[in-house]
């Protein structure tokens, strides 16, 4: 599929997210809706159950033969502190407690360990029985080399297909094919802490790129990191970038240059490089950045010790559960130099479920899956994470005591207009590496924009066909 179409189906997916609390689960005819509620439960009451439903795939052979089996789950949630987790092992607590021959190994590693520990795996077609990967662009190659299973039976099993947002499930599959289910569906934002702008004499959030350089002045003069980052994981960095060349250029940008239409050279790109590098020569981050992982960038904006915090919505639930969350509020990515929309916004679709072909447990590893999933949304939602869902589910957020945060960032969502997904998520694997490491150069050194676009332009000329 052009990225074109995606981003525009991307679009919709991100407005009909923002509307996807107020619809109903949807059901199948044996009552399991997909919020997991228990047989006979209406919708409305299965969004404030306190557990999640027994199996959907209870009755199913492989789950109940009695066989012992051990399914390995490598997972990118190492946060105990976060929402995700917690629903991670809810989840699995409450299926091994129903089935009692299964066990489930988590592998757990934070976001860029787990993407280089899965393309090892990968290489000696070893991966285990449930891994994740990012969509598009980046699961490709592992679709090519027919590493994981299709997912459309297991779909189709209590209804699960339906439960997703319109349009989610094209980002993950391929010839007609679902090979990974996606654990979120976000926009990016950036936080900001209320009391620390207060300190600095910042009455309101930027709104052009030249206010948001002065406000990180007055931040630094105060003593406070103005915005964390975990450069370490290097896609980060890239989040930000990309909402700046968003704005210099408007979306579509990558397309372009996949079409033949631009390149990495021209104006619009190397503007981005020299704003994104004013951000950064102006002291915007924390101190040895790139040493510090995206966990840990965390940490610095949930404990007060920074002021801003640039990143998808899925960090909601985190931020609201951390001391700093009644202070916390959200707002979009400003202009640059009077250009961009700011209702156009980089669009994440999120890291998905897949199967490993070379799995010895296949039709279990289904059954499970299929289990996580249907209940995933209810849990979520209960564990006050249901910003950035990538499933429907019925709930009030006022009435389930969503934080005023969490309600304005859903608010967020109605407000898209357009946007683009990441780049990673875009451009193939070795295009995006040389992406990654040029601008993660930019945290160490100063470097004249054109010839970080004459990286990515070589770059893209030596990878475009691979």
């Known amino acids: ?27 199948s005819s044996n009552n399991n809706d997909n919020s997991g509620s228990s047989a006979g439960s209406s919708p409305s009451s299965s969004a404030t159950s ?146 620390l702008f207060q300190q600095a004499g910042i009455s309101a959030p930027p709104t052009t790129f030249d206010e948001l350089l002065a406000d990180v002045k007055a931040l630094k003069a105060k003593g406070i990191i103005p915005m964390a980052i975990g450069e370490k994981d290097t896609w980060t960095g890239s989040f930000i970038f990309m909402n700046i060349l968003l704005r210099t250029n408007g979306p579509g940008f990558l397309q372009d240059v996949a079409d033949g239409k631009k390149t990495f050279e021209d104006p619009a790109f190397t503007e981005a490089v020299q704003r994104f590098q004013d951000l950064i020569q102006a002291g915007a981050f924390e101190d040895g950045a790139t040493s510090i992982d995206a966990d840990t960038g965390r940490s610095l904006f949930t404990t007060g010790k920074a002021a801003m915090y640039m990143l998808g919505t899925w960090e909601t639930g985190s931020i609201d559960a951390s001391p ?69 589910v019925d709930g009030d957020l006022k009435a389930a005591g969503y934080s005023d945060l969490a309600i304005s960032v859903m608010d967020l969502f109605s407000k898209v207009n357009g946007g683009d997904i990441s780049f990673d998520n875009t451009m193939n694997p070795a295009v995006s590496q040389a992406h990654l490491t040029s601008l993660q150069n930019l945290f160490v050194q100063k470097v004249d924009p054109a010839q970080v676009a004459k990286e990515h332009q070589s770059a893209y000329d030596a990878n475009k066909d691979k």
Do not use: R, W
């Not at 189906?9 to 923002?18: I, N």
């Not at 640059?336 to 590893?365: C, R, W």
């Open 1 to 27: 599929m052009q990225l074109e179409t995606k981003a525009k189906k991307a679009l919709a997916v991100a407005v009909a997210g923002a509307l996807s609390l107020s619809l109903a689960a949807c059901g």
């Open 50 to 195: 306190s557990s999640p439903a027994s199996s959907p795939a209870a009755s199913s052979p492989s789950a109940d033969s009695g066989k012992k089996v051990k399914l390995t789950f490598q997972n990118i949630y190492p946060d105990p502190n976060t929402p995700t987790y917690k629903t991670l092992h809810q989840l699995i607590d409450q299926y091994q407690k129903d089935h009692p021959n299964i066990t489930i190994e988590l592998d757990t590693l934070n976001t860029d360990q787990q993407k280089l520990k899965l393309k090892t795996q990968a290489n000696s077609k070893e991966i285990p029985d449930i891994t994740m990967v990012n969509p598009a662009a980046q699961m490709k190659p592992f679709v090519d080399a027919n590493l994981f299973v299709p997912l459309n039976d297991m779909l189709d099993q209590n209804g699960l297909k339906d439960t997703y947002q319109s349009g989610l499930l094209d980002y993950y599959s391929f010839n007609g094919n679902t090979y990974a289910l996606p654990d979120g569906n976000n926009i990016e934002v950036v936080y900001y802490n209320k009391d």
């Open 324 to 392: 700093v969350g009644p202070k916390v509020a959200a707002f979009q990515f400003p202009t640059v130099d009077g250009k961009g929309d700011v209702n156009q916004f980089m669009l994440a679709p999120g890291t998905g479920y897949a199967i490993a072909a070379n799995s010895e447990h296949i039709q279990e590893a289904k059954d499970f899956l299929n289990y996580y999933c249907l209940n995933f949304p209810k849990v979520q939602f209960e564990n006050k994470n249901a910003v950035g869902l990538p499933q429907k």
